[in-house]
């Protein structure tokens, strides 16, 4: 009997010692950041105005051609953006930070871009961060291919960045499809065109991710009645393959993670 208890009290240390490990790797892992986010946070504010600036102004410009007939084309920098995001974002428009969700930031390649930022409750503090492909569909119809979610190092359950992203799309009332393709979820965003016959018709025409930079172009020109019928319409859809079947909704089982 003491044979057993010895035995007993020795698998139990050692379960006690494996799950202190475990318990060791994953918090590191969940405290993981990644490099272009531990710079970009780190950026000193009296560098950034400059970058700030010239944001504005693009944005300011985009907003005017928005109201110009003709065709219209502007890039946006990963630096302008989130020196905007370190100067202004918490500064003048507090509704959309929380103590939660601090500091985001974002990276861009070549057909890839990333968007993280500090997630901060009592239980957990990790930066969470999401890979995504941004291009265009359809004239109009964006296309946002989800690659992985992470907090730290760890997957994020897929559902829970869908759900989000549906959420945010009903709150923008933009019309949003879910689509899969090769396994990766795409949600496919429908920019709606105003009912006003006498209003110009926008035309989002490129969407496009470089080294560093957001390429967007387009142009704006007195919609027809064909334009007026295709601003109803249903939003085209991904080409599904035999074993990528459609995704309608904000999660399916089958949705895996990179």
């Not at 010895?6 to 379960?15: H, R």
């Not at 007939?69 to 100067?87: C, E, S």
């Not at 990333?114 to 009592?122: L, V």
């Not at 990790?126 to 890979?131: D, G, H």
Request: glycine residues 4%.
């Amino acid at each position: 009997m003491s044979k057993l208890l010895k035995f007993g009290s020795v698998a139990a240390l050692l379960a006690a010692m494996l799950l202190g490990v475990a318990g060791i790797v994953v918090f590191k892992a969940a405290q993981a950041v990644p490099e272009f986010y531990r710079e970009a946070v780190a950026c000193d504010p009296a560098d950034q105005g400059v970058a700030r600036d010239e944001f504005v102004a693009e944005t300011t410009a985009l907003a005017s051609d928005l109201h110009r007939k003709g065709r219209w084309q502007h890039v946006f920098t990963a630096d302008q953006i989130n020196a905007w995001l370190a100067l202004e974002l918490a500064a003048n428009y507090p509704e959309l930070a929380t103590s939660e969700w601090q500091e985001p930031r974002i990276s861009i390649q070549d057909g890839a871009a990333t968007i993280a930022c500090r997630y901060q409750t009592e239980r957990v503090s990790t930066v969470l961060s999401l890979s995504l492909d941004v291009y265009l569909h359809e004239p109009n119809v964006v296309a946002l291919r989800i690659q992985r979610a992470r907090a730290g190092a760890l997957p994020v359950p897929m559902t829970q960045v869908l759900d989000a992203i549906t959420h945010i799309a009903r709150e923008l009332q933009l019309r949003l499809e879910w689509r899969k393709d090769h396994g990766d979820p795409v949600a496919l965003i429908t920019f709606p065109q105003p009912r006003d016959s006498q209003a110009a018709a926008l035309r989002l025409e490129t969407v496009e991710l470089r080294d560093g930079q957001l390429l967007v172009a387009g142009a704006l020109s007195r919609r027809n009645r064909d334009q007026l019928v295709e601003s109803d319409a249903e939003p085209p859809s991904l080409e599904p393959t035999a074993e990528d079947q459609p995704l309608v909704g904000a999660a399916s089982k089958d949705t895996r993670q990179q």
